[in-house]
Structures are given as C-alpha cells and as structure tokens.
C-alpha cells in the first residue's frame, strides 16, 4: 500500500463509527461502512482507488474535470465514483470527496441510527 493510500485509509477510519472489512473474493479491497451502509470501498491492489457516494450533478462535473475520476463497479455511476489514489486529483479534494460521501450517508440514517452515531463522536 503506498503512502498516500494508507493515509487516504487513516482518513476513512478516523470517521465516526466508520468500520472497515476485507472482502473475502477481492484481497486488497476494503469496504467500509457505519451504521451498516456503505460508504467507501478503497482498493490497495495494482491499482490504487477508490469507489465514493457522490451528489450526481457534481459527480458530472468531477468526471469531465479530472482523468483520475471515473466509475468501476456495479453502483449506480449516478451516484459512486470511483477515485484513483495517486492520480491528477489534488489529495485535498480526494479529503473533501471523502467527507462528502460520509455525510451523504449519514444523512440518510434513521433518528436513531443518528442518534447512536452522535453518541459514538462524543
């Protein structure tokens, strides 16, 4: 894992009730949810990335700004990108994307399940 994928993984886990685990068919593929939905799934592999929930609109934008950004998986390309470590997209941004895919997850959890999380951040 290079330098700037390791950081990118301390950033996800640094989250609040963030968890992360391996997936069994993909070594070098971590999934990483809270509250049981996903959020990031980062790729160690040969090719370092990783896949993030976005606001579609910006999405577009981010997909025709930077060559590093694209789509690789089975989600709906509407709404995941996927982010390649290493790329011409600035580490900040890839922060701030990461952030961003956090909150659009959070803010689709229950009462509750926010409720929960806030007690975890404190």
């Known amino acids: ?56 609109h910006l999405a577009e934008v981010l997909r025709e700004q930077y060559a590093g950004i694209g789509h690789r998986s089975h989600l709906d390309r509407r709404f995941w990108i996927s982010v390649d470590v290493g790329s011409d997209v600035p580490d900040e941004e890839i922060g701030r994307l990461v952030d961003q895919s956090y909150e659009l997850i959070c803010a689709g959890l229950t009462k509750k399940q926010k409720a929960e999380l806030a007690g975890l951040s404190t």
């Open 1 to 56: 894992m290079s330098p700037d994928c390791a950081a990118l993984a301390a950033r996800i886990e640094a989250k609040a009730g963030a968890y992360g685990g391996m997936l069994p068919s993909a070594p070098g593929v971590v999934l990483y949810k809270v509250m049981g939905k996903m959020f990031a799934i980062l790729s160690a592999r040969k090719s370092e990335y990783v896949i993030l929930k976005s606001d579609p």
